[in-house]
């Protein structure tokens, strides 16, 4: 009997220890799907052909669920494991994967989007007021800012490009930037996993959710009373951007391929060979030229060229400008042409962009500022050029330049009221620069026409609105047309302070930093006098 009570005894800690295994595989279980689900909303959630916007929104209360659930380092890592992985599926989906500055460059932004994670776990866990939603929005918006400061890549990686379509809430870059719209999705998020912290519970929870949606209301009804009362002008001009043909592109690139040279990266052998290179170019050239009549033939009055699918050599650049001009002068016209300049000393091209005026002389030669990692050419001057119109001040930049904030800046401020930009994308990139063409027009109060051969062209007024629109790949002759608001550029917020709000999450994020640092200190010598008074208890 004594045995059997001391066997039944002894049950009792296998059974709480079976219970207690039983728990912590459900534990695990509810983590992993915490974070399947946030990595897959995260890789929906990235700016890319494929994004949702809805899933910007969510993705970040699952892994920040997630990251609070397990032990730090564990769920930190694993945080960082799916923005990498979603960073690394980008890359694959643009061919970025295969440009190994391109490569490097993301993965310092994949450890910058952690951190918002980090800071939440480390910081804002301690705390639990109202208050530590704001800690995920802050960092995030400071990594987003800094990042685009010290890369020199352009403002990739920023949460709020994914709300292109939302207008009422993209109108919020109007005076914050699109960092604006990163905060308020990334603070919803924030907020949302704090009221599942706490279970829902409507009492414990209310003031805050309350205040989050006031906030809400007041940012969209903003932006809705902008779109409503303050629209774009009904007086507009008549814009086209126009692509060469397909059997045009194809006749000379199957000629430069039996000279030996490549259409961007045109190689030393052209002294040797010009005019079979002549040849090789001319149909391209020429197309472009024939549709630039026919659409001012047909009402437009500015006629934007695309990025680099025109080449010429530099011999030949007057006689082309000069056929330009006289259908500038015929039709009383704006020409904005782009082509790649083939020249005779190395790197042996230039990426520019000329305007001919209806007077047939030639305003600007611009030449890009900002070259992608794959362009041999060298950069430009970075001065954005401007010329009064009847439509307007009309300036130009050159695709990837538009990624630049700061340059486009200098647009603004030189009262730009239509920005032209000739642009090249290409496959799995084709609808990423046009979408944030809205936030540029919205954040500056200027039109924006852009004009992309392998990739979507868009003509947007300065509130976001898409006026026109056309995709290189559906078509076998692309031609946007869209009539465009006239009026002069519209003063912003954003505009006038710059990066106010940004600087200000910088400054927001140090706080963070030096709360850290100070709760770590104080642990250190809490956990150092319980030391010394644990040894003085022994020592007695």
Excluded at 305 to 318: C, I, K, M, S
Excluded at 466 to 479: I, K, L, N
Excluded at 502 to 509: K, L, R
């Amino acid at each position: 009997m004594f045995g059997l009570r001391e066997r039944k005894r002894g049950t009792a800690p296998r059974a709480e220890g079976a219970e207690e295994g039983v728990e912590a595989s459900r534990g695990r279980a509810s983590g992993r799907r915490l974070w399947l689900a946030g990595a897959v909303l995260l890789v929906l959630a990235v700016h890319s052909n494929w994004h949702v916007a809805l899933a910007a929104w969510l993705f970040p209360v699952f892994l920040l669920r997630y990251a609070r659930l397990r032990p730090a380092r564990r769920g930190l890592l694993r945080v960082g494991y799916a923005v990498g992985l979603a960073t690394l599926l980008w890359l694959v989906s643009t061919g970025l994967v295969f440009v190994p500055t391109a490569v490097g460059v993301f993965a310092v932004l994949a450890v910058a989007q952690t951190l918002p994670f980090v800071a939440d776990r480390l910081i804002a866990a301690r705390t639990g007021s109202a208050l530590s939603t704001l800690v995920f929005p802050v960092v995030l918006v400071c990594g987003e800012y800094l990042f685009t400061r010290l890369a020199d890549f352009g403002d990739y990686g920023a949460l709020g490009f994914t709300q292109h379509g939302f207008l009422p809430l993209v109108q919020l870059a109007s005076v914050t930037g699109v960092y604006g719209v990163s905060f308020v999705v990334a603070w919803t998020a924030s907020v949302a996993h704090w009221v599942w912290q706490r279970g829902f519970r409507w009492p414990e929870v209310r003031r805050t959710a309350l205040v989050w949606a006031g906030v809400l209301a007041v940012v969209l009804g903003a932006g809705g009373v902008r779109l409503v009362f303050f629209a774009p002008t009904t007086d507009t001009v008549r814009v086209a951007g126009i692509s060469a043909g397909r059997a045009a592109e194809r006749a000379t690139r199957q000629a430069l391929d039996w000279n030996g040279q490549e259409w961007w990266r045109p190689r030393s052998e052209l002294r040797a060979h010009p005019e079979r290179v002549r040849k090789a170019l001319a149909p391209v050239a020429d197309d472009l030229v024939a549709a630039t009549d026919r659409e001012a033939r047909a009402g437009a009055r500015i006629v934007v060229w695309p990025e680099t699918q025109a080449a010429v050599l530099d011999g030949d650049r007057q006689r082309l400008l000069g056929r330009v001009a006289k259908i500038a002068r015929a039709r009383h016209t704006y020409v904005s042409t782009a082509f790649a300049l083939y020249t005779q000393d190395a790197p042996y091209v230039r990426n520019v962009a000329a305007l001919v005026t209806p007077e047939g002389k030639v305003a600007w030669t611009y030449d890009k500022t900002h070259p992608t990692p794959m362009e041999r050419n060298a950069p430009g001057k970075g001065d954005v050029p401007v010329v009064d119109s009847p439509y307007g001040r009309l300036s130009a930049v050159i695709c990837y330049d538009a990624d630049f904030p700061e340059l486009m800046r200098q647009a603004a401020d030189k009262g730009t009221a239509l920005m032209m930009v000739p642009a090249n994308d290409w496959i799995g990139f084709e609808a990423l620069h046009a979408q944030r063409a809205v936030f540029r027009s919205v954040e500056y109060g200027y039109a924006t026409v852009r004009q992309s051969v392998n990739g979507i062209a868009t003509a947007v007024d300065h509130q976001g609105r898409t006026r026109g629109a056309a995709d290189y790949f559906t078509a076998d002759r692309q031609t946007l047309v869209a009539e465009v608001p006239v009026q002069p550029r519209t003063q912003t917020v954003y505009g006038a302070v710059g990066d106010a709000f940004a600087w200000s999450c910088v400054g927001g994020t140090a706080g963070v930093v030096a709360l850290g640092v100070l709760w770590r200190r104080r642990g250190s010598v809490s956990r150092e006098t319980g030391r010394m008074v644990a040894a003085g208890t022994s020592t007695r």
